[in-house]
T-cell receptor, first 111, second 113 residues
Framework: KQEVTQIPAALSVPEGENLVLNCSFT??????LQWFRQDPGKGLTSLLL?????REQTSGRLNASLDKSSGRSTLYIAASQPGDSATYLC??????????FGTGTRLQVFP | DVKVTQSSRYLVKRTGEKVFLECVQD?????MFWYRQDPGLGLRLIYF???????EKGDIPEGYSVSREKKERFSLILESASTNQTSMYLC????????????FGPGTRLTVT
């Protein structure tokens, strides 16, 4: 059974720091991995999607990497800003239709 | 951009009522999903649909049913609402193809009293 773990559960950093969020999964047979952002009381916003054949994806200050063999993905946020404060979720998709979600990392960036 | 809308942001219902939550998408995606999100439990899949009139049970279908009469619309039905169904409900869509990226609606916070 696929399990997805995110560490740390919470993170508080000063503005301007570069930071790394981690996502681990137990079954390397994935179709893709997706990173989401969720603001309090809101829906999920898709940030990046990495296909199983890819190693990384970049969007602006965000970079996500994927190492299937070790069952890990990282989300790198450069030059963090208070507006980056949110919960970040990763989710893996196997060849079935379901996404399996991690429990998230709650990020706070203070001025 | 994909747009996924949900009929209500906040909803308060009484125990035993029949509750309808509606999700509409404008991107012609084949696949639609209903999740619920609870603190400490994360997102859990209730039902999904890969085509009109098709539905599949997710991880926690008990107490729920769904309807997909049109491609753009996917409804979640609570047959007889109970207090343990108080939760945030999230709809999502995805298209077949190379990425199968999921897009979410804004969520409905349902309170059952």
């Amino acid at each position: 059974k696929q399990e997805v773990t995110q560490i740390p559960a919470a993170l508080s950093v000063p503005e301007g720091e570069n930071l790394v969020l981690n996502c681990s999964f137990t079954d390397s047979a994935i179709y893709n991995l997706q990173w989401f952002r969720q603001d309090p009381g809101k829906g999920l916003t898709s940030l990046l999607l990495i296909q199983s054949s890819q190693r990384e994806q970049t969007s602006g200050r965000l970079n996500a990497s994927l190492d299937k063999s070790s069952g890990r993905s990282t989300l790198y946020i450069a030059a963090s800003q208070p507006g980056d404060s949110a919960t970040y979720l990763c989710a893996v998709k196997r060849n079935t239709d379901k996404l399996i979600f991690g429990t998230g990392t709650r990020l706070q960036v203070f001025p | 951009d994909v747009k996924v809308t949900q009929s209500s942001r906040y909803l308060v219902k009484r125990t035993g009522e029949k509750v309808f939550l509606e999700c509409v998408q404008d991107m012609d995606h084949e696949n639609m999903f209903w999740y619920r999100q609870d603190p400490g439990l994360g997102l859990r899949l209730i039902y999904f649909s890969y085509d009109v009139k098709m539905k599949e049970k997710g991880d926690i279908p008990e107490g729920y049913s769904v309807s997909r009469e049109k491609k753009e619309r996917f409804s979640l039905i609570l047959e007889s609402a109970s207090t343990n169904q108080t939760s945030m409900y999230l709809c999502a869509t995805a298209s077949w193809g190379t990425t199968y990226e999921q897009y979410f609606g804004p969520g409905t916070r349902l309170t059952v009293t």
